[in-house]
């Protein structure tokens, strides 16, 4: 499913199966493309969004809360010359990929309560609002972007687990600084927490519960670590 330019003034619905959706507007010279919330579906599917805007959400699987049809999803969001702007980021049931770079986006939730585990990459010009790993063992990097409120981990897994996070606040392959304006936590579990680069992050960092290990060789943090 290809979607350059124009106006979908509700729903884009990938429906069952394992789905391609391709959003854009590029080589438009305005960004002209406007669409409500984009589902991917039930299966494992693939969501690229790379200019124009996105009012409502994007959804990795199809919202029923149905675990056994949620499949491993891929969803990047990365603008091109025009721009781009998004509201939230469900990665809903499955391991999903997430990926926010060269854009601005509100909140990006991981996981709902049927995910083993989420990966996020808020990359070079990425501003988001909060990145939530949700239910599962979580990889979340924050390179060179910005995440204007908290970064958190995820909680147990499907089955009751506990399992740990991986979270790392660094520069960009570019050289961007990585700023996180709220606290950076990777809740229960034995989580991994890295800080180095010229990042800043404007609250604390904790492990919370667990046998956390937690590195920081560089950065600013303006509260405090424990």
Do not use: Y
Not at 127 to 134: F, L, Y
Not at 140 to 169: F, H, K, Q, S, Y
């Amino acid at each position: 499913m290809t979607l350059l330019g124009g106006r979908v003034q509700g729903d884009v619905d990938a429906g069952a199966g394992n789905d391609s959706v391709f959003v854009s507007d590029f080589p438009s010279p305005a960004p002209v493309l406007d669409v409500e919330d984009i589902l991917g579906g039930i299966g494992a599917d693939t969501i690229v969004v790379d200019a124009g805007t996105v009012g409502g959400g994007i959804f990795g699987d199809d919202t029923d809360g149905d675990a056994s049809d949620d499949g491993a999803d891929s969803i990047c969001v990365v603008g091109n010359l025009v721009g781009i702007q998004v509201e939230d980021v469900f990665g809903e049931g499955g391991r999903d990929t997430i990926i926010v770079s060269n854009a601005v986006a509100g909140n990006i939730f991981g996981g709902d309560e049927n995910s083993p585990g989420d990966s996020i990459l808020v990359g070079e010009g990425a501003t988001v609002a909060s990145v939530d790993g949700g239910t599962g063992e979580d990889t979340i990097r924050v390179l060179g972007g910005t995440v204007t409120g908290n970064v958190l981990g995820g909680d147990e897994t499907p089955d009751g687990g506990i399992e740990g996070d991986l979270i790392e606040i660094a520069n960009g392959s570019a050289g961007g600084f990585a700023s996180v304006g709220g606290n950076v936590a990777g809740n229960d579990g034995d989580d991994t927490i890295t800080v180095s680069g010229s990042s800043t992050i404007t609250g604390s960092v904790g492990g919370n519960a667990g046998n956390d290990s937690i590195s920081i060789t560089g950065g600013t943090i303006v509260g405090h670590w424990q």
